[in-house]
């Protein structure tokens, strides 16, 4: 009798939902029809009250694309890092966090001043681009929830980062340092390898039987401004390529040297060939160089990220000596 009654509960007993089950629904709610028809309608009234800086960014996009064509390509980066992390996002409940909405409010009131304010404030694309970084963060908070925000925090910044035209005043805080030691380290090159060649600050002059020919660095490294485009290219490259913390800030890091170094070999690239054409030395061919020059910095990047990647392994003979040893002694 005990016996019968021991089977028959466990007979009627419903099943319990497993945890994959639990997590199923979020899933389907996730990635249903009508919440991605939702986020369309809110990607397009984002990009209709932002539209004064999206269409300038773009205009500037085009109209210099060796400085800042890259900033077409950045969305794209944004989500693939977004694309990567999609079992993640798909399994994180999506709940609403309040706290977005100071977030919104914040940024567009920035927007707003930034862009129709009175001409003694900030009216900067720069400060554009970070209201509305601001606010598409808090929109983040406010429809998806905290977790799901943690996930997109990295490609939200990497965007607003990388995918905006930096202004020139603040661009010179770093390339004008930058275009000196070029000039420099380009004057060396150019007296070891033989060449008559003087330096007046950025401008190099090289003398052909008599005949000076200017190399003025400050032009010639227009293409300094395509740092921002080799610092986005390593950040891309280190999170997607090498799995601890400090091997990514190394990778970053190494970008300066690394964009100095080839920016070197290209001014003095520049003034070699100066010696049979004068030409060269200025006009777009020095753009062309400077493009020539970005195939060994990739290929010296992933050099690095190589040597940073296998700085340390790990020993797989450790492990199972520990064990044995455990076991040996237990």
Same mark, same amino acid.
């Given at each position: 009798?005990?016996?019968?009654?021991?089977?028959?509960?466990?007979?009627?007993?419903?099943?319990?939902?497993?945890?994959?089950?639990?997590?199923?629904?979020?899933?389907?709610?996730?990635?249903?029809?009508?919440? @991605?028809?939702?986020?369309?309608? @809110?990607?397009?009234?984002?990009?209709?009250?932002?539209?004064?800086?999206?269409?300038?960014?773009?205009?500037?996009?085009?109209?210099?694309?060796?400085?800042?064509?890259?900033?077409?390509?950045?969305?794209?980066?944004?989500?693939?890092?977004?694309?990567?992390?999609?079992?993640?996002?798909?399994?994180?409940?999506?709940?609403? +966090?309040?706290?977005?909405?100071?977030?919104?409010?914040?940024?567009?009131?920035?927007?707003?001043?930034?862009?129709?304010?009175?001409?003694?404030?900030? @009216?900067?694309?720069?400060?554009?681009?970070?209201?509305?970084?601001?606010?598409?963060?808090?929109?983040? !908070?406010?429809? !998806?929830?905290?977790?799901?925000?943690?996930?997109?925090?990295?490609?939200?910044?990497?965007?607003?980062?990388?995918?905006?035209? =930096? #202004?020139?005043?603040?661009?010179?805080?770093?390339?004008?340092?930058?275009?000196?030691? #070029?000039?420099?380290?380009?004057?060396?090159?150019?007296?070891?390898?033989? =060449?008559?060649?003087?330096?007046?600050?950025?401008?190099?002059?090289?003398?052909?039987?008599?005949?000076?020919?200017?190399?003025?660095?400050?032009?010639? +490294?227009?293409?300094?401004?395509?740092?921002?485009?080799?610092?986005?290219?390593?950040?891309?490259?280190?999170?997607?390529?090498?799995?601890?913390?400090?091997?990514?800030?190394?990778?970053?890091?190494?970008?300066?040297?690394?964009?100095?170094? =080839?920016?070197?070999?290209?001014?003095?690239?520049?003034?070699?060939?100066?010696?049979?054409?004068?030409?060269?030395?200025?006009?777009?061919?020095?753009?062309?160089?400077?493009?020539?020059?970005?195939?060994?910095?990739?290929?010296?990047?992933?050099?690095?990220?190589?040597?940073?990647?296998?700085?340390?392994?790990?020993?797989?003979?450790?492990?199972?000596?520990?064990? #044995?040893?455990?076991?040996?002694?237990?």
């Amino acid at each position: 009798m005990s016996a019968i009654n021991k089977e028959q509960p466990q007979g009627l007993e419903p099943k319990m939902p497993s945890d994959a089950a639990r997590a199923r629904p979020s899933v389907v709610a996730l990635a249903s029809p009508q919440l @991605l028809g939702a986020g369309l309608l @809110l990607l397009a009234a984002f990009v209709a009250v932002f539209w004064v800086f999206f269409s300038t960014q773009l205009k500037w996009a085009l109209d210099e694309p060796a400085d800042w064509g890259h900033t077409l390509f950045v969305p794209a980066i944004s989500g693939y890092f977004i694309a990567i992390r999609r079992q993640d996002l798909l399994l994180a409940p999506a709940k609403a +966090c309040w706290l977005g909405i100071p977030l919104v409010l914040l940024g567009v009131g920035a927007y707003v001043a930034t862009t129709f304010g009175p001409a003694w404030f900030v @009216l900067h694309h720069n400060a554009r681009g970070l209201s509305v970084g601001l606010t598409l963060i808090g929109l983040a !908070l406010l429809v !998806l929830g905290t977790r799901i925000t943690k996930i997109l925090l990295f490609p939200i910044i990497y965007w607003i980062a990388f995918g905006q035209s =930096v #202004s020139e005043r603040l661009l010179q805080l770093v390339t004008e340092r930058m275009q000196d030691w #070029s000039a420099v380290g380009a004057h060396a090159l150019l007296s070891i390898t033989g =060449v008559d060649v003087e330096r007046s600050g950025n401008v190099l002059t090289v003398f052909v039987n008599g005949v000076a020919t200017q190399l003025n660095v400050a032009e010639a +490294c227009s293409g300094m401004r395509m740092l921002v485009a080799f610092l986005a290219l390593g950040v891309a490259i280190a999170y997607t390529g090498l799995p601890k913390t400090w091997q990514r800030v190394a990778l970053v890091a190494a970008g300066i040297p690394v964009a100095i170094g =080839v920016n070197v070999l290209r001014v003095y690239s520049l003034g070699l060939l100066s010696l049979w054409n004068a030409n060269f030395a200025a006009g777009d061919f020095h753009s062309f160089v400077g493009l020539v020059w970005l195939v060994p910095a990739l290929l010296l990047y992933l050099g690095i990220m190589w040597f940073l990647r296998n700085l340390f392994v790990e020993d797989a003979t450790r492990k199972p000596a520990e064990n #044995s040893g455990a076991s040996s002694a237990s």
